[in-house]
């Protein structure tokens, strides 16, 4: 497994993956604007020329959130996802921020566990966050010496 910044070459995986994994999918534009975006950060894990896995972040003022986070199915449980945040955290740690902030779904008990593991601490909760289905998003932040 390889982890790269994503170019403009895994867009359309990216968007496919999207579809598979999440109920409010982000378009292949919406994903296509982040590589013109000077405030994101996007990496993908590639396995030869598929794309495995990816996430995205954007930054303010060192103060980063993760957009999505998403491993595509024969790829999961492989350690991929930990891998793809620990990357994500060392990038942002070397473009100057200090902290990485999250969303997950409160029933998505393995995505907590990671974050859990990579010492990521529940700091709220966003009411009814997720729409398809309703449900609560908490919101989980790390934070790091730069």
């Known amino acids: 497994m390889n982890i790269v910044e994503m170019t403009?070459?895994?867009?359309?995986?990216?968007?496919?993956?999207?579809?598979?994994?999440?109920?409010?999918?982000?378009?292949?534009?919406?994903?296509?604007?982040?590589?013109?975006?000077?405030?994101?950060?996007?990496?993908?894990?590639?396995?030869?020329?598929?794309?495995?896995?990816?996430?995205?972040?954007?930054?303010v003022l060192g103060e980063s959130d993760m957009m999505n986070l998403a491993v595509r199915g024969e790829f999961r449980r492989q350690g991929v996802a930990r891998d793809l945040v620990l990357a994500l955290i060392d990038g942002l740690n070397q473009r100057g921020s200090h902290c990485l902030t999250l969303e997950v779904r409160d029933s998505n008990a393995p995505a907590r566990k990671?974050?859990?593991?990579?010492?990521?601490?529940?700091?709220?909760?966003?009411p009814n966050y997720y729409q398809h289905?309703?449900?609560?998003?908490?919101?989980?932040?790390?934070?790091?010496?730069?």
């Open 8 to 59: 403009a070459d895994h867009v359309i995986q990216i968007a496919q993956l999207e579809r598979e994994c999440f109920s409010d999918p982000w378009s292949q534009n919406s994903i296509a604007s982040e590589l013109e975006n000077p405030l994101s950060y996007w990496l993908v894990a590639m396995a030869g020329n598929v794309v495995a896995g990816y996430v995205g972040s954007q930054t």
């Open 114 to 126: 990671l974050y859990e593991k990579l010492g990521f601490v529940q700091v709220g909760i966003r």
């Open 133 to 146: 289905p309703r449900e609560d998003g908490l919101i989980l932040r790390k934070e790091w010496e730069r």
